[in-house]
């Protein structure tokens, strides 16, 4: 009777109060809308392009690329190669699209013959000449070699550490959305000395923990809920594919995320209501919230680096749920590692509870000065 | 007369951090707040702990109220002792002090919903007990207002007649009417005389000499955290006033008064 009084009481405050709950539920929206934006950007019907392009000998294979280009509805133009430092130095800038460097006499294809392409994996316009000629030249011949050579990073490797960035997000927006309603909770009624009224009556410890961690969760689930349905409805514009496409995932990796999500959620809330617990007010809880923040974060993105790593990651808090969240987005289903982490993150968060009765029974963290 | 709260050499020490040794001017790293203090207190009496600040008053309450643990000794508070069953002294007291708030965002309804199920009080009898509290102290009106809402004197009204919600036996009182304005100041030693009519027994602390002069039916001086002097206002004072006695105790115990 005592929790679900005190549960109860959680909610009836989060619940009476909109500014809560638009607060809540906005991470959601925003993410459904910024990806949204960047998938119709990404996306969006193209313009005919006219390609600059800088040649170093000479090839019939020429004629080849301009062909390919010529039917995606784009143009080229060729331009001698005389200085190739100036040259480099436009498609740096995105002047040029490229610079083709053939070896001598390459249409006689000698035992060396080779062909450089210099490209701007940056620039869009550069990337799309470098793709296509690369095709064109693969259906020219087989006796010679393509050199690729970018002068920015790859685009490629963009989009491997922008998908990695997709759990790390995931997080970082759980962590917020809990960081709001948990550190006001928890640290604001120690500082306001609201808590100390709840302790002067016969409640368990135990039961005002579990009275904060519970509600919380269930409150800071429904942001992690609108952030989830923000990433999976923006997802088919952000990848370029539609509706009924991506409708194609497997059902279980959608409810796999979401039993990681799920499970992270109290985890996180509990980790900020043992710190919050153990702070003099909100602004020491938001300090010592911060570093745990960042700490969370770092787990996170670390398997955007590191993506071969070892079965022990399922015992890491946060980095085990970013490692499975991570295969699921690579259309991987990596079931075991998912339950295991999900149940390891309950147990992490009994765990917290436990800690934050211990805090709660303390009179030095209660009521030191 | 029925013992009620009964104090054996409660004993608290705290450790002293370095800013607190040089505000001190010492070189020790613990305090001791209350030494060995021991008293008993009647049922249906109101009790007063008298001491400058620094004595040990509020350490000792919050000993009895169970929010701290003694070093040493213990205390039985209506047949519970604070040491071995905190849980079933918070049930059978009240315990009010500037330290404990309520809540703004809730109303005065609400708020005694919750702390009674806090206590475990059964949910018709918190409802007639809220009729009757409510009635008798004028919150009745203001019942769904929001507490951050409320005037000073009603929200102190409030916070006293949430703290009685479970009807206990006992009701701890840390410096009454500290901070108040005077019109505050009366509704709580109204109050308070009003629980002494119902048979509650009462047990506060305090430094104005007029306050225990009201109400109090014994009074224990404490200096130092030692209980130095006991008894009713006749058998402490005779025929002095109750301020020229407090510091002929003060004097004989310290010295000098600064």
Redesign the interface.
């Known amino acids: 009777?005592?929790l679900?009084?005190?549960m109860k009481?959680e909610f009836?405050?989060f619940f009476?109060?909109p500014r809560l709950i638009v607060t809540m539920l906005l991470p959601g929206i925003l993410l459904y809308v910024i990806y949204s934006i960047m998938g119709t950007a990404m996306y969006a019907e193209k313009e005919p392009q006219a390609y600059k392009v800088y040649v170093g000998g000479s090839s019939a294979a020429v004629s080849v690329i301009e062909t390919a280009i010529a039917a995606t509805g784009d143009t080229v133009e060729w331009l001698p190669l005389e200085d190739e430092e100036a040259a480099r130095a436009e498609v740096e800038r995105g002047e040029a699209a490229a610079v083709l460097l053939f070896s001598e006499n390459f249409d006689e294809f000698p035992q060396d013959s080779s062909v450089r392409i210099v490209y701007n994996g940056a620039e869009e316009k550069s990337s799309n000449f470098y793709a296509i000629a690369g095709a064109a030249l693969e259906s020219y011949g087989m006796r010679f070699s393509v050199i690729p050579e970018s002068v920015k990073s790859d685009e490629e490797i963009g989009r491997t550490l922008f998908a990695g960035f997709l759990p790390f997000l995931i997080v970082t927006l759980i962590f917020s959305t809990c960081m709001g309603v948990t550190i006001e909770s928890v640290a604001g009624?120690k500082e306001?000395?609201?808590l100390?009224?709840?302790?002067?009556?016969?409640?368990?410890r135990f039961q005002i923990a579990l009275g904060k961690v519970i509600p919380l969760s269930c409150i800071a689930s429904i942001g992690a809920a609108s952030s989830f349905l923000g990433v999976a409805l923006s997802m088919p514009k952000l990848m370029g594919v539609s509706l009924g496409a991506f409708g194609g995932y497997p059902v279980w990796s959608y409810l796999l995320i979401f039993l990681l999500i799920l499970s992270l959620v109290p985890l996180i809330v509990a980790s900020i209501t043992t710190v919050s617990t153990l702070s003099r007010s909100v602004k020491e809880a938001s300090a010592y919230t911060s570093v745990i923040m960042i700490l969370f974060m770092l787990l996170s993105i670390v398997s955007a680096f590191v993506p071969t790593m070892g079965d022990w990651v399922v015992c890491i808090p946060i980095l085990n749920a970013v490692g499975a969240m991570g295969s699921l987005f690579a259309g991987q289903i990596p079931v075991w590692q998912s339950l295991v982490s999900v149940g390891l993150n309950f147990v992490y968060s009994a765990l917290l509870v436990l800690l934050m009765t211990k805090f709660l029974s303390s009179?030095r963290v209660?009521?030191g000065k | 007369m029925q013992e009620i709260v009964r104090a054996e050499g409660l004993r608290k020490t705290f450790t002293l951090s370095k800013k607190q040794q040089r505000i001190e001017k010492t070189g020790e790293t613990r305090k001791i707040a209350v030494d060995g203090l021991s008293f008993s207190a009647y049922r249906g009496e109101i009790y007063g702990l008298l001491g400058p600040n620094g004595a040990g008053k509020t350490t000792t309450l919050?000993m009895l109220?169970t929010?701290?643990?003694p070093d040493a000794g213990d205390a039985v508070i209506a047949g519970h002792s604070v040491v071995k069953e905190p849980?079933?002294v918070?049930?059978k007291i009240g315990?009010m002090t500037s330290?404990?708030?309520?809540?703004?965002?809730?109303t005065p309804d609400?708020l005694f919903d919750?702390?009674g199920?806090?206590?475990?009080v059964p949910k018709e009898k918190l409802a007639a007990r809220k009729r009757e509290l409510f009635s008798r102290f004028g919150i009745d009106r203001f019942r769904g207002v929001r507490v951050g809402d409320l005037s000073t004197g009603m929200l102190q009204k409030v916070s006293l007649v949430v703290a009685i919600v479970h009807d206990p036996a006992v009701v701890i009182f840390d410096e009454p009417t500290n901070g108040l304005d005077v019109l505050t100041a009366k509704v709580v030693t109204d109050f308070l005389l009003e629980l002494k009519a119902m048979g509650k027994s009462i047990l506060l602390s305090t430094h104005i000499f007029s306050l225990v002069e009201k109400l109090c039916d014994r009074v224990g001086v404490i200096i130092d955290g030692r209980l130095i002097a006991e008894g009713t206002l006749q058998e402490l004072c005779g025929e002095m006033q109750l301020e020229d006695k407090f510091f002929e105790i003060y004097r004989a115990v310290k010295g000098e008064i600064v």
Not at chain 1, 196 to 204: E, G, Q, V
Not at chain 2, 117 to 120: D, E, F, Q, T, V
Request: hydrophobic share 40%; proline share 2%; no cysteine.
């Open positions: 009777m005592k679900i009084a005190l009481k009836h405050r009476h109060d009624e306001r000395g609201t100390s009224t709840i302790l002067a009556t016969s409640a368990p009179e209660m009521f | 919050r109220s929010l701290i643990r849980d079933k918070r049930d315990f330290e404990l708030k309520l809540e703004k965002f809730f609400y919750f702390f199920a806090m206590h475990g």
